[in-house]
């Protein structure tokens, strides 16, 4: 049964993306795998950047997108930067989680690879993509960003040579409870490529939850090169 509240919240989504042109700018978003700015978006839509910023808040209150303010550490006005809802992910015609997994898991069963080996790769693709975001922020911020992109809903706890994430949602729960071996493995590779991608960080702790009540906390030590 679909309660009023998400009801209420599906027909905004529906409406902001009934505009050609908002849709356009809410799968390019989806689509880039890293925050946007106006500028850039500005370019491919060929409007006017108070046009752009006008659609950017309708996507933005109708919770498909979310705003963030850029870091930096040169000279120059930081810049609001976008990216898809982690909570929208999988819907509206974008991939999701589920995509990512069996996306990877048909890989392991085609390689006759571990789900491990598999995320680990993954992982440091994804880690080389995230590469240039290096420039504006270390590699324990990317890290977390990262989690909270494909959904985990991160808190940090950062200390000067250890980051701690407890990971408050899992976007697979009903088919990790069942095959922990299978999924949780997949994201322990994963945040391991990741690590070893990103550089400067190693994983040494790997926690999944054993229940819905409980939360995966992962640990990772900074400094290790």
Same mark, same amino acid.
């Given at each position: 049964m679909v309660t009023p509240?998400?009801?209420?919240?599906?027909?905004?989504?529906?409406?902001?993306? %009934?505009?050609?042109?908002?849709?356009?700018?809410?799968?390019?978003?989806? @689509?880039? %795998? *890293?925050?946007?700015?106006?500028?850039?978006?500005?370019?491919?839509?060929? /409007?006017?950047?108070?046009?752009?910023?006008?659609? /950017?808040?309708?996507? *933005? @209150?109708?919770?498909l997108v979310v705003e963030?303010?850029?870091?930096?550490?040169?000279? =120059?006005? &930081?810049?609001?930067?976008? *990216?898809?809802?982690?909570?929208? @992910?999988?819907?509206?015609?974008?991939?999701?989680?589920?995509?990512? /997994?069996?996306? #990877?898991?048909?890989?392991?069963?085609?390689?006759?690879?571990?789900?491990?080996?598999?995320?680990?790769?993954?992982? *440091?693709?994804?880690?080389?993509?995230?590469?240039?975001?290096?420039?504006?922020?270390?590699? #324990?911020?990317?890290?977390?960003?990262?989690?909270?992109?494909?959904?985990?809903?991160?808190?940090?706890?950062?200390? &000067?040579?250890?980051?701690?994430?407890?990971?408050?949602?899992?976007?697979?729960?009903?088919?990790?409870?069942?095959?922990?071996?299978?999924?949780?493995?997949?994201?322990?590779?994963?945040?391991?490529?990741?690590?070893? =991608?990103?550089?400067?960080?190693?994983?040494?702790?790997?926690?999944?939850?054993?229940?819905?009540?409980?939360?995966?906390?992962?640990?990772?030590?900074?400094?290790?090169?």
């Open positions: 509240k998400v009801d209420a919240e599906l027909v905004l989504q529906g409406r902001a993306l %009934g505009d050609p042109t908002r849709h356009h700018i809410f799968r390019y978003i989806a @689509e880039a %795998g *890293r925050p946007v700015g106006v500028a850039e978006l500005t370019a491919d839509v060929k /409007l006017n950047h108070n046009a752009v910023r006008q659609h /950017l808040a309708v996507l *933005r @209150e109708a919770a963030e303010v850029e870091e930096r550490d040169r000279p =120059g006005r &930081p810049r609001l930067m976008y *990216r898809i809802a982690p909570e929208v @992910e999988g819907s509206w015609g974008t991939r999701g989680p589920l995509d990512f /997994l069996a996306q #990877a898991l048909a890989e392991a069963i085609s390689t006759n690879a571990s789900p491990y080996d598999v995320g680990r790769r993954l992982g *440091r693709e994804r880690a080389a993509e995230l590469a240039p975001e290096l420039e504006v922020a270390d590699r #324990a911020e990317l890290l977390e960003e990262e989690m909270a992109r494909r959904g985990f809903r991160p808190t940090a706890k950062d200390r &000067p040579t250890r980051l701690e994430l407890s990971l408050h949602h899992c976007p697979f729960a009903s088919v990790a409870e069942t095959n922990p071996e299978v999924v949780c493995e997949l994201h322990r590779g994963v945040m391991d490529g990741l690590c070893e =991608g990103l550089g400067d960080l190693e994983v040494t702790e790997f926690t999944p939850r054993r229940n819905r009540r409980q939360v995966c906390r992962v640990a990772a030590q900074i400094g290790t090169d």
